[in-house]
């Protein structure tokens, strides 16, 4: 049980606030640590994460986000310590984090991503409709003509032909002038900046928001108003534009043990990660997330 | 030598130079005083100076006279400053000043300043980490730093004499050009367009930092500073708010349209004439519309601000090409009369000439092989794109020249009034376009578009190209493996300066484009070559190494040869790079023994 109070101290990670009564238990606590680590050794190994600082519900420095706790759930299988390095989640996360050797593991990638080894997927998501349930009006289908008449917000990436899938499949069916595009990066001094786009929803600036499933399931029911959320349909555009991804976590490409170790982790483990992206609301594919 | 690489066109596929100019210097400046106070050299931009000592005839005599390293590894794109007797160079991020002082034995540090920066925001900002110079005026070095701020130091103390913050990284925006300063004001842009950054032209008091004004590439006239003596030459530039209404309802907020390239200024007709970048970043079938102001060059003036004309480069581009390069100012014969132009190697392979009173386009001439456009209409100054070679989400399409960094990029070209020939340093490259990859931002899935570039036809990536305005053709060329990502530097001992990504400086005899003399320098060279008379009375030239930028960021970013798609779609470009040159940053100073 002595390994426990490390964890009691600062249960969100590595990072946790430091006010003065924390301090002041540590203080109180010490000589008990120190006894408790004679008896049983500090994890000596570490997993060295990286992960954003402020997007949540994927992650945050406070340890409050899902991929936080399964970072946790991994680690405390392997018998380490979660170690983070942080780096806001743009292009060139992976460059600088993971492939620069800063850390091992990255805990969300989509399944057929070529810049790092993913594991076997641990969930799949979807992009979903997400709206006022006072709204007067379902969306199930990005063909349902509603979309036509109301304000729809979506995610932008960036300029360089791509955009989350939404954008194309609205753009390719004509749906142009009513739609309102948020950028992904949106303002990074603030918390979770990918979730302006859903107190807009709520602020009744837009109507619709077609957004990443994991994002609305944590987000809608704290709005403050109630919101619907419906996975889109299709799930794939034709030719080819899918707006369903299995996630994976991932590794570098050479490191093929530890992507084979996390992997029987995920397997192990099955029941706690499920138990997880429930617990935020993480619409999974072909389910319908309760708001 | 390397090779093919270096070696001129063979002769006939590009006709000698008969220059149609007497050798006078028409545009030359009257003085030449033997400094470098701005990185154009001039309000011109004619990058040429008229220092002679060092000419066609002695230039093989060229030594190193002393080095300096700034201990920085990323993309050198600067130019070094030469005022009175000290040199001045504004390091890559973190953008580090320092002052050395020429009259002493291999120029020694006199002060160096470091301004406060934000290294907090760490991946908060995208890609590029270059700063392509600073600016001298009234006794005081103005800069850029990466992280939005606009700094003036005294220039014989280094000692602070302002510095504001007027751009946030936390919504993508940074700083990586050079300022100019024009009667009192410090005009400087911002970069970013690729973050949904909304592009400005932003003028500052000299003396205090304060803004005088801001003009926006987007949005409502009052926002653009349009206003009644806004008077472009063509027809699709007039109207009401064309800024807000070429786009869809509120997507100009985040259009992009950044200026992150050149400005020049005309004292006689007191404009300022600048570019404004792509614009985003929606893709582009959600952005329908000219997008206005993207992609195009304005005129204003300098005082208020205010515009005088536009003309868009690119409308609706979906190619990436940012309208951002330098504006050479000439007074060329056309046409029986001199006329006051604007001569312009644009990102999407045409060389144009503009009348740079009123905009009009008075020829716009391919400069390397182009599938992405069919041309430029000279009646109605439409540009006309190619529509099967337009990028779109389920297709693939292959051969689109110039690729995304254009035919040139902000790699800034030299004129000499001696030969009336411009030097163009520029690409060679063209690209794939392909839809498939599984993308990862900000925890949100995408499907990525999965650019490739390659060498054009021919099979080399760059080209050094002496181009004539007035007979609209090339006098001659230089192949080179790599993009030629340096600018170029005339001379009047009709000698022009460039580097290369292979790490060579040559000098080439500016009428027949014969190297003349060239050295290896330690890394690959993306800077601005400048020259300089000494305090002990000597010509000097000087280059700064330092391989990176876009297409070197395989090298001073450490990307994998395998992510053929990584840096846009450069690297696949670029993959044989790490050959020819590791990072760098040393600045070596040439002269005659």
Redesign the interface.
């Known amino acids: 049980m002595c390994s426990r109070f490390p964890e009691a101290l600062t249960p969100r990670g590595t990072s946790g606030g430091e006010g003065p009564l924390r301090r002041l238990l540590l203080l109180l606590l010490l000589p008990l640590l120190a006894a408790c680590a004679e008896t049983q050794a500090k994890p000596s190994r570490e997993l060295r994460v990286c992960a954003?600082p402020n997007?949540l519900p994927?992650s945050n420095e406070k340890g409050e986000g899902f991929e936080n706790r399964l970072a946790e759930l991994v680690a405390r299988d392997m018998g380490a310590r979660v170690k983070y390095t942080?780096?806001?989640?743009?292009?060139?996360?992976i460059?600088?984090t993971l492939?620069?050797g800063e850390c091992d593991l990255v805990m969300?990638?989509?399944?057929?991503?070529?810049?790092a080894l993913p594991t076997r997927p641990y969930y799949r998501s979807t992009y979903v409709f997400v709206y006022r349930r006072d709204a007067g009006f379902e969306v199930r289908s990005f063909d349902d003509p509603v979309l036509k008449r109301v304000k729809i917000g979506v995610?932008?990436?960036?300029?360089?032909?791509?955009?989350?899938?939404p954008?194309?499949a609205?753009?390719?069916r004509g749906i142009?002038?009513?739609?309102?595009?948020y950028?992904?990066?949106?303002?990074?001094?603030?918390p979770n900046?990918?979730a302006d786009i859903l107190t807009a929803l709520a602020r009744k600036e837009i109507d619709v928001a077609v957004?990443?499933g994991?994002?609305a399931g944590y987000f809608a029911p704290r709005a403050g108003v109630p919101l619907e959320v419906v996975p889109v349909s299709p799930q794939i555009d034709?030719?080819?534009?899918?707006f369903v991804?299995d996630?994976s976590m991932g590794v570098r490409r050479e490191d093929v043990k530890l992507k084979e170790e996390v992997e029987a982790i995920l397997a192990r483990r099955r029941a706690e990660v499920e138990a997880i992206l429930d617990e935020y609301g993480v619409p999974r594919a072909g389910r319908r997330a309760k708001p | 030598m390397s090779g093919e690489y270096g070696a001129k066109e063979k002769p006939g596929e590009w006709p000698a130079l008969r220059t149609m100019f007497p050798a006078t210097p028409r545009n030359a400046p009257v003085v030449e005083d033997g400094q470098w106070v701005m990185p154009a050299r001039d309000y011109a931009s004619t990058r040429f100076s008229g220092l002679g000592e060092i000419n066609r005839g002695n230039v093989k005599g060229l030594r190193l006279a002393w080095t300096f390293s700034d201990g920085n590894f990323y993309g050198h794109e600067g130019a070094p400053l030469v005022v009175g007797s000290t040199l001045y160079w504004v390091s890559p991020f973190p953008n580090e000043l320092f002052a050395l002082d020429l009259t002493k034995p291999g120029a020694p540090v006199k002060w160096h300043y470091k301004p406060p920066v934000q290294t907090a925001a760490q991946g908060v900002a995208c890609c590029d980490k270059v700063n392509r110079g600073a600016a001298y005026a009234d006794g005081r070095i103005f800069f850029n730093t990466l992280d939005n701020q606009v700094v003036a130091v005294d220039a014989a103390t280094g000692a602070e004499a302002w510095r504001v913050r007027i751009g946030d990284i936390n919504r993508g925006e940074t700083m990586t050009m050079a300022p100019l300063v024009v009667k009192g004001k410090v005009l400087v842009g911002n970069s970013g367009g690729e973050m949904g950054v909304r592009g400005w032209l932003t003028a500052l008091d000299a003396a205090t930092g304060r803004t005088a004004w801001r003009a926006y590439s987007t949005g409502p006239d009052a926002d653009v500073l349009i206003g009644p003596n806004f008077k472009p030459h063509y027809a699709q530039d007039r109207g009401k708010d064309l800024g807000v209404t070429s786009w869809p309802p509120g997507a100009w907020e985040t259009g992009g349209g950044t200026v992150w390239g050149w400005i020049s200024y005309d004292p006689e007709l007191d404009l300022i004439f600048y570019g404004t970048g792509n614009p985003g970043p929606w893709n582009p079938e959600q952005r329908p519309g000219d997008n206005k102001w993207t992609a195009g060059i304005f005129a204003r003036d300098p005082d208020t601000g205010e515009a005088r004309w536009f003309y868009q480069w690119s409308p609706h581009d979906v190619h990436d090409y940012d309208g951002v390069n330098e504006n050479v100012l000439l007074d060329l014969p056309i046409g029986g009369r001199t006329r006051k132009v604007i001569v312009r190697a644009e990102r999407n392979g045409y060389m144009y000439v503009l009348d740079r009173a009123t905009g009009q386009v008075l020829s716009a001439d391919p400069f390397v092989h182009i599938t992405s456009s069919k041309g430029v209409d000279l009646k109605t100054g439409a540009y006309q794109p190619n529509p099967t070679a337009t990028p779109r989400l389920g297709t693939v399409v292959r051969g689109i020249c110039p690729s995304a960094p254009g035919a040139k990029d902000w790699q800034p070209m030299s004129f000499s009034p001696r030969t009336g020939l411009l030097y163009v340093p520029h690409n060679n490259l063209c690209m794939d376009y392909e839809a498939l990859e599984a993308n990862y931002i900000a925890g949100t899935p995408y499907v990525g578009a999965n650019v490739t570039m390659y060498a054009g036809p021919g099979g080399h990536r760059g080209e050094f190209t002496a181009w004539d305005p007035v007979r609209r053709r090339a006098a001659w060329k230089i192949r080179e493996r790599f993009p030629v990502w340096s600018g170029a530097l005339a001379t009047a001992g009709d000698v022009v300066f460039y580097g290369t990504m292979d790490r060579w400086f040559r000098a080439v005899d500016a009428t027949t484009g014969k190297i003349l003399w060239q050295f290896r320098t330690g890394s690959g060279i993306i800077g601005q070559p400048v020259t300089f008379r000494g305090p002990d009375g000597k010509q000097y030239v000087a280059i700064f190494d330092g391989v990176g930028g876009w297409p070197g960021a395989i090298v001073s970013g450490d990307l994998s040869p395998e992510d053929k798609s990584a840096a846009g779609g450069f690297v696949g470009a670029m993959s044989d790079l790490p050959e020819y040159t590791e990072k760098g940053g040393t600045l070596y100073v040439f002269a005659l023994p």
């Open positions: 954003d997007n994927f942080w780096w806001a989640q743009r292009r060139g996360f460059r600088n492939r620069a969300g990638v989509p399944s057929g991503f070529e810049l995610h932008l990436v960036g300029d360089d032909y791509s955009n989350t899938p954008a194309h609205l753009g390719t142009i002038r009513n739609v309102r595009g950028t992904l990066y949106g303002d990074y001094s603030k900046p990918p957004v990443w994991p994002l034709l030719p080819f534009l899918p991804f996630i």
